[in-house]
Structure formats: C-alpha cells, structure tokens
C-alpha cells in the first residue's frame, strides 16, 4: 500500500490543532472586543462578588500560593527552573517544547492589551494605571501555556500514565488559577476568561510545532542537532 510522505503525513497529524488554535483565538478576540467598554461587563461584579464570598478557604490558601509565584520577577526564575526539570528528566527536545511555550507568555506581558483596572475590595470599577491590573490575565496566560508546555512534551517523551496524571494536575492548577484570580479580586472574570483562550491558542500552535518538528526539520540536520532529536 502506497504511504504518503513523512512530511505530507506531518501536516495530516498537525491539521486539528491548528483548527483548535483558530478557534481559541476568535472567541479570545470576541471576548477582547467585548471588553473594551469602560466599565465591566454585565454579570462580572456579581460573580466576582459571589466568588470573593463563597471560595473556601482551602482554594483561597492555594491561591495565596499561586500568585506570588508568578509575579514578573518570579515568573522567569519558575519558568527556568521548570524548563531545565523538563530537559534533565526528558532531554532537549521536551526541554524545547517548553522553551517555546515560555517564549509565547511574552506576548501578553509586554503590555496590557485592554486597559481594564483590578476590582477594588469593595468590588467596584476604578482608574487604570499601567501595570496594575489590566487584560488579559498574565497568571492565567502562563499557567495554560508553561504547564500545558510540560505536559505537551510529557505525551510524546514520558509513558501514558505519567502524561495522564500530569496533564490531571494541570487542568486542576488552572482551573484553580483562574478562580482564585477572581476571588482575590486581583482580575474581573472576563480578564480571566481572556487569558485562558489566548493561553489555549498559543498552546494549539506549541503542540502543532512539536508534532511538525521532525518533518519539518528532516532537511536541516543543523536545526535537528539544535532541538535535540536522537541520531542528530
């Protein structure tokens, strides 16, 4: 039976995630259009209020541990020492994969992209000053993708069960991430929701990169050496 070339069955493999990466992008585009009002939207102080009075205190301790964590002058020493974990227990192509996703978190530090103010503790609407607060949520966006990073690269290079409990724990830290976010008052909900499809999009693109490596790089043994495959 005839087989189509390594690189056609590449683009095969990688098509859906680019579809995925295109639908996350649009709703996060939607929710960025949506936001741009000033003020906040329908039903955000509500669920703010109603998440600020209601979490428990067993989230409200992890979340207390969560933001310190990823703060800008933490965020690239967790990122780093996350990425080295990744490339002394999988080697330098997971390593890469992880790299990769870390660079893209870049996209939405570097400056807010709506002005939108942090909920004050009486959970109302204030000025906007640059760097504190805004959208999207920058503790969302590096949550989905750095995590989401390790456990792209734990399917291809670790075994079944270990890549389930990973990706297990991921999906519980950011869900946890998002709510505590809110509940903290540190972001209205739509800032959160905001980051997780941006988060979620750039990912799509992450794990299309690391499906599409090997045959994209089948004739640049140079580049191969560099990401890390065997025989290179």
Same mark, same amino acid.
């Given at each position: 039976?005839?087989?189509?070339?390594?690189?056609?069955?590449?683009?095969? &493999?990688?098509?859906?995630?680019?579809?995925?990466?295109?639908? $996350?992008?649009?709703?996060?585009?939607?929710?960025?259009?949506?936001?741009?009002?000033?003020?906040?939207?329908?039903?955000?102080?509500?669920?703010?209020?109603?998440?600020?009075?209601?979490?428990? =205190?067993?989230?409200?301790?992890?979340?207390?541990?969560?933001?310190?964590?990823?703060?800008?002058?933490?965020?690239?020493?967790? $990122?780093?020492?996350?990425?080295?974990?990744?490339? &002394?227990?999988?080697?330098?192509?997971?390593?890469?994969?992880?790299?990769?996703?870390?660079?893209?978190?870049?996209?939405?530090?570097?400056?807010?992209?709506?002005?939108?103010?942090?909920?004050? &503790?009486?959970?109302?609407?204030?000025?906007?000053? $640059?760097?504190?607060?805004?959208?999207? &949520? =920058?503790?969302?966006?590096?949550?989905?993708?750095?995590?989401?990073?390790?456990?792209?690269?734990?399917?291809?290079?670790?075994?079944?069960?270990?890549?389930?409990?990973?990706?297990?724990?991921?999906?519980?830290?950011?869900?946890?991430?998002?709510?505590?976010?809110?509940?903290?008052?540190?972001?209205?909900?739509?800032?959160?929701? =905001?980051?997780?499809?941006?988060?979620?999009?750039?990912?799509?693109?992450?794990?299309?990169?690391?499906?599409?490596?090997?045959?994209?790089?089948?004739?640049?043994?140079?580049?191969?050496?560099?990401? =890390? $495959?065997?025989?290179?």
């Amino acid at each position: 039976m005839l087989q189509a070339p390594a690189h056609r069955l590449g683009r095969l &493999s990688t098509r859906p995630r680019l579809v995925l990466a295109g639908g $996350f992008a649009l709703g996060a585009g939607l929710v960025t259009a949506l936001v741009r009002q000033d003020g906040p939207v329908g039903g955000e102080v509500t669920l703010t209020r109603w998440l600020h009075d209601h979490t428990p =205190g067993a989230v409200s301790a992890i979340g207390a541990v969560l933001d310190p964590l990823i703060t800008d002058l933490t965020a690239p020493v967790v $990122f780093a020492v996350i990425a080295l974990a990744t490339w &002394s227990r999988w080697g330098r192509q997971a390593a890469t994969v992880v790299v990769l996703a870390g660079c893209l978190t870049a996209l939405t530090r570097i400056g807010d992209v709506v002005q939108r103010p942090r909920p004050t &503790s009486q959970i109302e609407w204030t000025t906007y000053s $640059f760097g504190n607060g805004g959208y999207p &949520s =920058g503790h969302v966006v590096f949550t989905v993708l750095v995590l989401g990073g390790v456990v792209v690269a734990a399917r291809r290079h670790a075994s079944p069960n270990l890549a389930r409990r990973l990706a297990i724990l991921v999906v519980a830290t950011v869900a946890l991430t998002c709510w505590t976010r809110v509940s903290r008052l540190e972001h209205w909900p739509l800032d959160v929701v =905001g980051g997780l499809l941006m988060g979620l999009a750039a990912l799509q693109v992450v794990a299309w990169a690391a499906d599409a490596s090997d045959p994209l790089t089948a004739e640049h043994p140079r580049l191969r050496r560099l990401i =890390g $495959f065997p025989g290179t």
